[in-house]
């Protein structure tokens, strides 16, 4: 059969590994599937195999900023609202419009009480703490009644859903990361290391360091928050210092996805483990049938079956923690 290179073929080398289809293994094709994920996701969050440390490149936008509104929610309260209703977005005194925003799905419940509106970047930018309301789709007056919206600003960049935790992002901005001839380190290299045969290089590393300590206590470090359910790394600093279009880089860590590099579903481990948990879910599906006798007085025993699973799952855990796991560091998510 070759070894797995696809989700197709490493089902069935776990489901071969069980007996089949010399015997019948008694566990629907969904639970299967379910046990493929739960496998993908330890694989994924502990081998050093399953994840890659990167660098995550993006180019802030005027949508990152702090004060932008990025989303809007209603909370499950009023009545009346549809699709065709108009988010307009008001300054905090509620005089003026900043602008307006389509609500293209108002999700509502069984007696049409509003539960979200998904903006997420759409129509004007909006900035500052305005107050958010619904009026009817003709932007007359209002068809519906008790609902309260809540906008959430900005102060963060998207990250991909296959990056599962954030380390550090590089410096923004600083005096060290000009890269034009006003750059210190281009300064002094064209001034004092004209020659490298004649000069010593510990003076330049000396002043390095000082210029990087003078850097750290007078900008300091931008500090980031980040979940990876929820995509945003959110940045601590001065955003007003910061342009737009600037280039921002972010150490993290990527899962190795096997449906592109397909070598990872032959993953020694991987397989025993994804085994084991169908072998579990297997014997969990016949713990009821205990002492049933099958025709030619064959008996069968789903308790065995799942404490057997269960302690190769241990095991295989307890092998991820000494053998595989990647060794403990700081990283957020």
Not at 80 to 103: E, K
Not at 139 to 156: R, W
Not at 251 to 279: G, H, M, S
Request: proline letters at 4%; a negative charge; glycine letters at 8%.
């Amino acid at each position: 059969m070759g070894k797995p290179n696809s989700r197709k073929t490493f089902k069935e080398y776990c489901l071969r590994e069980l007996g089949a289809p010399v015997i019948e293994i008694n566990v629907d094709d969904d639970q299967v599937e379910d046990r493929i994920d739960y496998a993908l996701q330890t694989f994924w969050d502990y081998h050093f195999n399953g994840a890659e440390k990167c660098y995550y490149k993006y180019i802030i936008q005027p949508e990152n900023l702090p004060m932008h509104i990025s989303d809007i929610s209603i909370v499950n309260t009023g009545l009346g609202y549809d699709n065709t209703d108009i988010v307009v977005i008001t300054s905090n005194t509620g005089s003026s419009s900043v602008g307006t925003a389509a609500a293209a799905n108002i999700v509502t419940d069984a007696v049409g009480a509003v539960l979200s509106v998904p903006i997420s970047n759409s129509g004007s930018n909006y900035y500052g703490e305005p107050t958010v309301t619904i009026t009817a789709a003709n932007g007359a007056s209002s068809n519906g009644t008790g609902a309260k919206l809540y906008a959430y600003n900005g102060g963060y960049i998207p990250i991909p859903d296959n990056i599962i935790g954030a380390v550090n992002i590089f410096n923004v901005g600083g005096a060290l990361q000009s890269q034009n001839m006003f750059n210190i380190q281009y300064q002094i290299a064209m001034n004092d290391l004209y020659t490298l045969s004649s000069v010593s290089m510990v003076p330049y590393f000396m002043s390095m360091q000082s210029l990087q300590f003078l850097e750290y206590m007078l900008i300091g470090k931008q500090r980031i928050r980040y979940n990876r359910h929820k995509n945003k790394l959110y940045i601590d600093m001065n955003w007003e210092r910061t342009p737009d279009q600037v280039l921002l880089v972010v150490e993290c860590y990527q899962i190795v996805d096997p449906d592109e590099f397909t070598d990872a579903w032959n993953d020694r481990w991987l397989k025993l483990y994804c085994t084991a948990l169908i072998k579990k879910q297997w014997g969990n599906n016949l713990k009821k049938y205990v002492g049933m006798e099958m025709p030619g007085r064959i008996t069968f025993s789903g308790q065995q079956i799942y404490n057997e699973a269960v302690q190769e799952i241990k095991e295989l855990e307890q092998r991820m923690i000494m053998d595989y796991g990647i060794p403990p560091m700081d990283f957020v998510g």
